[in-house]
């Protein structure tokens, strides 16, 4: 009778004819009431009971002592020079792994080592979608950073042409004009004598060529900057998500979208998908009239994506094309200007490695009308690409990778459960004393000839990280390196600006958090 008072109330509410008052109706509401309740405590119970025995798990590695409501959080609080040393002790205390909280019960292991960073490259656990990767998730969806399993298995297949070296090749005219552009704002400075910010031009030049190399996009990125509406969303919604990220106030979707941040965020997001959905559906209207239309120009990303099919026949959704491009537009900016503007200050503050660089250039370009870096000159610039590793090590542009383990998992001598949370401390493991010795804080570009690569762990650099989860644009970004850098010093010489104090911020990539500022010489 319980039972069939409460269906009545579900369905009928309070009307007197089909749900009588009396006793009964106290206690169908009650059950009604209470049923949710204890559901709820339940899970809260089970959740905890679960978190509490991962947690034993990651207390079985060493590591620094934590306070019972910041965890390690007031040792590290802010990602700056000081936040980032402290990383870097404490992997040199612990060598290969150790265990750290992020608040009371968020608690982590990092991998420092070589050999840590191997056992969970090697695998293809997903990423920690319960952390910072699940901010970027009304951006980039269930794009390759974000995707796990089978459906990350099918797109990355279908994604793997894109970076073929017969597409990429084409990439090259687009490239040297970026770096053109890039030249002339150099150009600039070096005739008013005064010192050059150059992080800034080069996130353009980096955000110019991805988007020609995307959807080839007529924008004029680098001359028009923030002032075009579509530039200004990318650039913003990078930066919102970056502070979303550092404030776990705001990481509740619910909460997020009240506050002015998450209504601004949410009017970039329209913009970028907007504009998304609208090149896709011209390109396959496009493709449509006219099959022969990709012949007549370079492939760009975007016609791989509409081109791509399975082993079934099928190809992606144009939802599931929205979130690659997305991806390759968040995601590739900013790696690859990181890595320019730390490779350029560490040239401008080495005189002798950078005069070294030129040379080797000038022995390819130097008697060239036109100078620009043809598809040929990249394999040799065997120097230069010493600098840029060092640099890379030095100031590693993605610090570090997280992940969740979704199985039972082996890792130094220890097993983690299910739901573990592991970092990958890229930056902590190119700066381990173990590997590097006590000169890693030194920029040696001799580190990287080929001897000594020859006898290096295949893990103990990796700024794309590796294994199947790697980066699939790592060829891209370092053709688009070489470029720049060799265009560069092929017209200029570079010397730091004294006056200005340079601070790093670790958040998503390395930034110089004040800039960089370099005085610009044009070479006779």
Not at 115 to 143: A, C, H, R
Not at 216 to 237: C, F, K, M, T, W
Not at 301 to 310: E, G, P, S, T, V
Not at 511 to 521: A, C
Request: with cysteine; glycine share 6%.
């Amino acid at each position: 009778r319980t039972f069939k008072l409460g269906v009545n109330f579900i369905m009928f509410g309070f009307d007197r004819e089909v749900f009588p008052p009396g006793p009964g109706v106290v206690t169908a509401i009650g059950i009604l009431v209470l049923v949710p309740v204890f559901y709820y405590v339940y899970m809260a119970v089970k959740h905890f009971y679960r978190q509490q025995k991962i947690l034993q798990c990651v207390d079985r590695f060493p590591g620094p002592e934590k306070h019972w409501l910041y965890g390690n959080l007031h040792q590290f609080w802010t990602p700056d020079d000081k936040g980032i040393q402290w990383n870097i002790d404490q992997t040199n205390k612990y060598k290969t792994a150790f265990r750290m909280y992020y608040g009371p019960r968020h608690g982590t292991v990092v991998c420092c080592h070589p050999d840590t960073l191997k056992t969970v490259m090697k695998s293809t656990e997903p990423k920690q979608m319960n952390g910072m990767y699940g901010i970027f998730k009304p951006w980039l969806g269930d794009g390759l950073l974000l995707s796990s399993g089978s459906k990350w298995f099918r797109n990355r297949r279908l994604l793997t042409p894109a970076f073929h070296f017969g597409v990429l090749k084409p990439y090259m005219k687009i490239y040297n004009e970026a770096a053109d552009i890039f030249l002339d704002k150099m150009q600039d400075a070096c005739n008013s004598g005064t010192s050059m910010e150059i992080s800034r031009p080069i996130i353009l030049m980096a955000l110019d060529v991805i988007l020609k190399c995307a959807f080839s996009s007529d924008i004029d990125v680098q001359r028009l900057g923030r002032s075009h509406p579509y530039v200004n969303a990318v650039i913003e919604l990078a930066h919102l998500m970056v502070k979303r990220v550092f404030n776990p106030l705001v990481h509740n979707d619910f909460i997020y979208g009240l506050t002015k941040n998450g209504k601004m965020c949410k009017r970039y997001l329209g913009i970028v998908h907007g504009v998304s959905e609208d090149v896709i559906a011209k390109r396959k209207q496009a493709l449509r009239d006219n099959p022969e239309e990709t012949k007549k120009r370079y492939l760009d990303f975007l016609d791989i994506l509409l081109l791509a099919r399975d082993e079934d026949g099928k190809g992606l959704t144009d939802i599931e094309i929205r979130d690659e491009v997305g991806t390759f537009l968040s995601q590739g900016p900013d790696t690859t200007s990181s890595a320019i503007e730390w490779i350029l200050y560490e040239l401008a503050r080495h005189p002798d490695h950078q005069q070294t660089c030129r040379e080797e250039v000038e022995q390819f370009m130097g008697n060239r009308e036109v100078k620009d870096v043809e598809w040929d000159d990249l394999s040799q610039l065997a120097f230069t690409t010493q600098c840029i590793k060092e640099a890379m090590r030095m100031h590693t542009p993605v610090p570090y990778i997280a992940r969740e383990v979704s199985r039972e998992f082996e890792l130094d001598g220890h097993t983690l459960l299910p739901g573990t949370f592991v970092d990958m401390g890229i930056h902590q493991a190119n700066h381990n004393v173990h590997v590097w010795g006590d000169d890693h804080m030194e920029y040696k570009p001799e580190r990287f000839n080929p001897e000594r690569v020859e006898q290096m762990d295949s893990f103990a650099f990796v700024p794309f990280s590796a294994g199947p989860r790697n980066c699939i644009g790592q060829n891209f970004a370092m053709h688009e390196i070489k470029v720049v850098i060799s265009k560069v010093l092929n017209r200029f010489i570079l010397n730091i600006d004294e006056t200005h104090k340079v601070e790093r911020m670790s958040v998503l990539v390395m930034r110089p958090s004040t800039g960089i500022k370099v005085l610009v010489t044009e070479r006779e």
